[in-house]
């Protein structure tokens, strides 16, 4: 029995339906009554014309059962308040009038469940009354009746998230109803409303499932693809199951793998999508992109190749934008993100990315100068690299947490590799040799004043007017000035880095320690002014920290640098350790052997035991008490280091429980402790002895940039590496100039093949004319588009011998002063042979 929308025609056909129709033939048991349906129901079409394949003939507007001589009498069905049902040859119509219970029960018919039900199970059938259904009660499939009331979910998206073998006809059905109520961009940009998947459109969906015919489909329907899907599943939360992806629907398309979504997206002619969007942290699909790169060797291909062609897209529909050049709301460049999070595989991409394609030569940040067998002379773009912009690559590695993946790998990558070195054989390494000297000037005058102090009377004293009163108060002098120094440098230097507990000991373990020393100096110098004799050991804490500090130069050379490195490592993961079990021993057993002494300290004692503690004829037995704590731990602490004394007292009542607990504490902490201790060392010297190199680079540098900030600005423009240099036109035909640095490589598996150059000579000879690879551009009058004239470099084939004769032009380049070095750099050994010619 079918069911209708209007109450009062659900009530004419539950009255009258065995009355009105004919009962079954006998003979004919496909024969039996069909209710019939109303001419205006349009949504009664077969189901290819609802997929717009057109209008069919098979099934007729009544949709009845009956072969064609049998239609004359099936019963003709009014729809009106009053139902009156007619069969020909009866007397006087009969009708009757619905009930109130009856009309209010069929209201129902159509509610949030049944319409769930049927989207879910894909049964059209289900839903082919709903449009009348709707249309009666004047309601839209977007009112909050039809709408999960915990998340706001409809029955769109309901049909959405079931999908059979990548389809559901109930969806198109659904487009169709909504559109004829008037609903549909509201039914089609429906979206969660809970907190955890807020935002969240059926157009996500579609793109999450990989479905382009239904991203066309709602597309052509009036999609929004701005739509942002914000909710907590869609956050990047640690701790949190969750997927980020940039919330809007490129992004999602872009980090799924999805070129083909992603260009419809972009080109279609109904809405297309905002290549420069940003989501709610403002990251564009770019930062998307790297966000969720994982290091991974498919998941890096598939992102960089993402990349890569997001960037080249964006070029051809938006010449004049520049995506890459977009900053978060951390201010934070996708190139910066990359090397912020610690993404590897990006970073390098980026840094290296080298387009071969003229017209869009422009976004590459490599350019190779000239070529000559294996050997390349690179050229890197420096923007967004080097210290002299905000937020720049080298300072956000640097100066990263200690938690950041990969950060001491992504200092070796080129061009950072090479451009760290330079700055430190240009001029970082002369300052630095010269506070490693007036460091150990310091101390040594810091040494003296404490070796030669007064020691009659009571601090402050008075100043001697001879030669040696001078040069002490001159000295005490400097070494509070210096203490005020490193004082003031180490508050600097938490204010700007606010590193978190564990940088404090893994990355600013010298800054930290600096800053102690100051704080003891500084405790020097008030308790010097108020009388107390107690400066010294203030002094002395001072002073020996000072000597331990020297160890921070050593980051100035490789050898001791790495050695210096160990030792810290060995500090932190080996020896803390150690400590910790230890001390809990040495309280452990030190609380069971005082218990045991003091248990035993009334009983008499003899002097027969007692008289082998003497050490000879003037000796006297032992004031010392071993009742305390204090004392016991001391003189356990002598087994720990092969000095102990098994009978160091006789002042106990059970002898076997007393030297049962120090045998079995020598065995613990001598025995097992300590030679465990040697050989974790040593297993940590083999593990990070690579790790160490790396340590040191990042140590370095770090050093590297702190002297490039303590320069003014006019001094930071003068030592800046690199050189301006035009590298070709950019996209509106316009001169490109860019600071680039030059790299010489050796590479191997790449030849002087199709290989992008500028000057056509090899060698970074000066002064000397060189020829270039490209041809001048033609001006925007001559009425070429950028995409057809040739940019520069052009394209070198080996094949094509004959070429139109370039414009020279004047060109100086720089001669690269550093030397190639196998060890910094992924190359092959001869590398370094070859650098030094």
């Not at 009930?99 to 199970?121: C, G, H, M, P, T």
């Not at 597309?219 to 997927?243: I, L, M, S």
């Not at 590193?499 to 100051?518: A, G, H, I, R």
């Not at 405790?523 to 050991?537: I, N, P, S």
């Amino acid at each position: 029995m079918k069911k209708w929308g209007s109450s009062d025609l659900r009530e004419s056909q539950d009255l009258h339906q065995e009355d009105s129709c004919p009962e079954p033939l006998d003979g004919d048991p496909n024969s039996r009554p069909a209710p019939a349906k109303p001419h205006s129901f349009p949504v009664a079409k077969s189901r290819s014309r609802l997929f717009g394949k057109g209008d069919s003939e098979d099934t007729s507007l009544m949709d009845c059962s009956y072969e064609e001589g049998q239609l004359a009498s099936c019963p003709a069905i009014t729809v009106s308040p009053v139902v009156t049902v007619q069969r020909p040859g009866d007397g006087p119509t009969c009708a009757r009038q619905p009930s109130q219970d009856s009309a209010a029960e069929n209201l129902k018919l159509y509610d949030r469940r049944k319409i769930f039900e049927a989207v879910a199970q894909n049964n059209c059938e289900e839903l082919e009354s709903l449009l009348l259904f709707l249309k009666n009660s004047k309601k839209q499939l977007t009112d909050s009746e039809f709408k999960d009331p915990d998340t706001g979910k409809t029955c769109l998206l309901k049909a959405m998230l079931n999908l059979h073998d990548g389809q559901n006809d109930t969806i198109p059905l659904l487009l169709e109803i909504a559109r004829q109520t008037d609903s549909l961009k509201e039914l089609v940009n429906a979206s969660y409303t809970d907190g955890y998947y807020k935002g969240q459109t059926a157009l996500h969906i579609a793109i999450e499932r990989r479905n382009m015919a239904l991203v066309t489909l709602l597309v052509e329907n009036g999609a929004d693809v701005q739509a942002a899907a914000n909710g907590d599943f869609f956050k990047k939360t640690k701790g949190r199951p969750g997927f980020y992806f940039g919330e809007l629907p490129l992004s999602l398309a872009a980090c799924t793998n999805q070129l083909g979504t992603v260009k419809f997206l972009l080109q279609n002619s109904w809405q297309s999508a905002d290549i420069s969007a940003r989501d709610s942290v403002g990251n564009t699909v770019l930062h998307a992109l790297v966000e969720v790169a994982d290091n991974t060797a498919d998941n890096t291909k598939f992102v960089t190749s993402m990349y890569n062609e997001i960037l080249i897209l964006g070029a051809r529909l938006h010449p004049a934008l520049k995506l890459e050049e977009l900053t978060n709301k951390k201010g934070l460049t996708p190139l910066a993100l990359a090397a912020s999070s610690g993404k590897i595989g990006v970073l390098a991409y980026i840094l290296q990315r080298e387009i071969q394609e003229p017209e869009c030569r422009h976004l590459s940040r490599k350019f190779t100068e000239w070529a000559y067998g294996p050997v390349h002379s690179s050229l890197y773009d420096l923007s967004c690299i080097d210290t002299c912009e905000k937020n720049s690559v080298l300072e956000v590695i640097a100066y990263s947490s200690s938690e950041t993946p990969n950060r001491h790998d992504m200092l070796l990558v080129e061009p950072l590799n090479r451009l760290l070195q330079d700055k430190w054989d240009r001029f970082v390494k002369r300052i630095f040799y010269f506070n490693f000297f007036i460091y150990c000037l310091y101390m040594i005058i810091f040494t003296t004043v404490a070796y030669y102090r007064p020691v009659e009377g009571r601090p402050p004293f008075k100043l001697k007017h001879t030669v040696g009163g001078y040069f002490r108060v001159t000295g005490e002098i400097l070494s509070v000035a210096g203490g005020v120094y490193f004082f003031f440098r180490g508050i600097q230097y938490f204010l700007q880095r606010r590193p978190s507990l564990k940088t404090l000991f893994v990355d600013s373990y010298s800054e930290m320690l600096f800053f102690v020393q100051s704080l003891f100096m500084l405790g020097t110098v008030v308790l010097y002014f108020c009388h107390c004799k107690e400066y010294v050991a203030s002094m002395v804490f001072s002073l020996a920290m000072g000597w331990t500090n020297m160890l921070y130069y050593t980051r100035g050379f490789q050898q001791m640098g790495i050695y210096a490195v160990m030792i810290e490592k060995m500090i932190l993961r080996d020896l803390c350790r150690f400590m910790f079990v230890y001390l809990v021993f040495l309280f452990g057993f030190s609380t069971a052997v005082v218990t045991l002494i003091e248990d035993g300290k009334n009983g008499s004692v003899s002097a027969e035991l007692t008289s082998h503690r003497w050490r000879g004829p003037g000796c006297r037995p032992s004031d010392s008490s071993y009742n305390s704590l204090y004392s016991t731990c001391l003189e356990l602490f002598k087994f720990t280091i092969g000095m102990g004394d098994l009978e160091f007292t006789e002042n106990y009542d059970f002898k076997a429980v007393f030297v049962t607990l120090l045998l079995a504490y020598v065995i613990l902490t001598y025995i097992l402790l300590l030679n465990m201790l040697i050989a974790l060392m040593g297993e940590t010297v083999n593990k990070i002895a690579q790790e160490s190199k790396n340590i040191w680079k990042l140590q370095r540098a770090i050093t590297i940039l702190d002297t490039e900030k303590s320069f003014l600005k006019c001094m930071r423009k003068a030592f800046r590496s690199g050189k301006l240099l035009q590298v070709g036109y950019t996209a509106d035909g316009k001169d490109d100039y860019r600071w680039c640095f030059r790299v010489d490589e050796v590479n191997w598996t790449t030849w002087n093949t199709n290989v992008g150059i500028i000057n056509e000579d090899p060698g970074n000879c000066e002064g000397i004319k060189r020829t270039l690879s490209f041809s001048l551009r033609s001006g925007r009058a001559a009425g070429r588009n950028w995409k057809n004239f040739a940019l520069v470099p052009l394209l070198r084939d080996a094949s094509t011998r004959e070429r139109h004769p370039a414009r020279p032009e004047e060109v100086h380049l720089k001669h690269f002063a550093g030397s190639l070095k196998p060890e910094d750099a992924e190359i092959i050994k001869d590398s370094a042979a070859l650098g030094e010619k």
